[in-house]
């Protein structure tokens, strides 16, 4: 598998961001919280006009709460969608997924290397 990042594979919808985060599970590990919506059977109303992929759509956040800094935000999300390229979740049942970094410390590439993976093999 590429470890590329396209615009297919990013959550963008206000609709589908609503629906996760009133309806999703959620999971944590480390500095790291996953929240996220399984596929159901193919009849669900939820998932009738959804696209099914074998990769998630994925949101990733940086809360200002944690991280003030602009900058400092910016910085740990492109970390994150960096080792997210290198561990993509592929065939898998899950629809949408939204990793939140919920920490107050700017992480290291290491830091985000040994935790990410686990999250997302502890959700997989």
């Known amino acids: 598998m590429k470890a590329t990042f396209p615009k297919a594979e990013r959550l963008c919808s206000k609709l589908e961001i609503e629906h996760l985060f009133a309806n999703g599970t959620s999971n944590r590990f480390g500095d790291f919280t996953a929240r996220f919506v399984r596929l159901h059977a193919v009849g669900d109303e939820n998932t009738a006009g959804a696209d099914v992929s074998s990769v998630p759509k994925i949101l990733i ?62 959700i997989r």
């Open 61 to 122: 956040s940086v809360p200002k709460r944690y991280q003030k800094r602009s900058v400092d935000r910016n910085r740990t999300k492109r970390l994150i969608r960096e080792v997210f390229r290198k561990y993509k979740i592929s065939e898998t049942n899950i629809q949408t997924l939204a990793i939140i970094y919920t920490s107050s410390k700017i992480p290291n590439y290491t830091q985000v290397e040994n935790q990410l993976p686990k999250l997302l093999e502890k």
